[in-house]
């Protein structure tokens, strides 16, 4: 598994984060925002979930002449699952702990889209380690399966915060109040924040959803949970 990793050169050992791609790959859009992360303090990896198509970057997907793009990253997204994932983060996590960059201590993890799910499973399979996690405008997080993430309450008390846009067509609202009942009942450590006026994909800066002012706060969020939780 390839992935990108960055973290500030002065002051470590810094704190892990894994960064999980959304649907579209890798790309350097998703390598500035882990930078972003890096640069306040975090050794931040951003794996390619793809490695095992033997696939790097798909190139431009936006618009409609890279509509075959877009088809193979549907049918891409569909060759992983969350227990292939899983394994991933195991694979990452040791990764980090023999290299010196990389703080020992609490780990933190986002995904955005697809890898919502992902970054809250992890903070359940590690659940003495990662002491954080964000799911940006999630999908496929409520299900009626024992293990589905909006039960994630139950099975880990790392703090979680799910982002979610306010009109997504991949996760829509009537799923989100089921998310929002949930936490609103049993989670004490997590939060749901709806981002009025937003569309599916807004803080990314070349997507056309792309909402500045959202982004920036989807920013703060993330400072503050990991600024709080990573210590």
């Not at 931040?44 to 075959?68: D, F």
């Not at 990253?73 to 990389?102: Q, R, W």
């Not at 903070?123 to 997080?141: K, M």
Request: with cysteine; proline share 6%; charged share 20%.
């Amino acid at each position: 598994m390839n992935a990108f990793i960055c973290h500030p050169e002065r002051s470590g050992p810094h704190p892990v984060i894994i960064f999980f791609m959304d649907a579209p790959g890798i790309r350097e859009e998703l390598r500035d925002m882990a930078r972003r992360l890096a640069t306040v303090g975090y050794y931040v990896l951003l794996p390619n979930l793809y490695y095992r198509s033997n696939v790097e970057e798909l190139g431009p997907y936006i618009g409609e002449a890279y509509a075959a793009t877009r088809e193979k990253l549907m049918a891409l997204m569909g060759t992983i699952n969350i227990p292939m994932v899983m394994e991933d983060t195991d694979a990452l996590l040791a990764f980090a702990s023999k290299d010196g960059a990389a703080s020992t201590g609490p780990v933190g993890c986002v995904g955005y889209c697809m890898s919502g799910r992902y970054a809250i499973h992890a903070a359940v399979r590690h659940c003495a380690r990662i002491r954080a996690a964000a799911s940006i405008y999630g999908t496929a997080l409520v299900s009626d399966q024992p293990d589905s993430p909006h039960l994630a309450m139950q099975r880990t008390d790392a703090r979680l915060y799910f982002g979610c846009a306010e009109t997504d067509q991949y996760a829509p609202m009537e799923l989100i109040e089921k998310l929002r009942s949930e936490v609103d009942h049993k989670g004490v450590n997590a939060e749901v924040e709806i981002y009025p006026g937003t569309q599916h994909g807004f803080a990314f800066p070349q997507r056309p959803a792309y909402n500045k002012a959202a982004a920036e706060r989807h920013w703060e969020r993330l400072f503050a949970l990991f600024g709080d939780a990573l210590i």
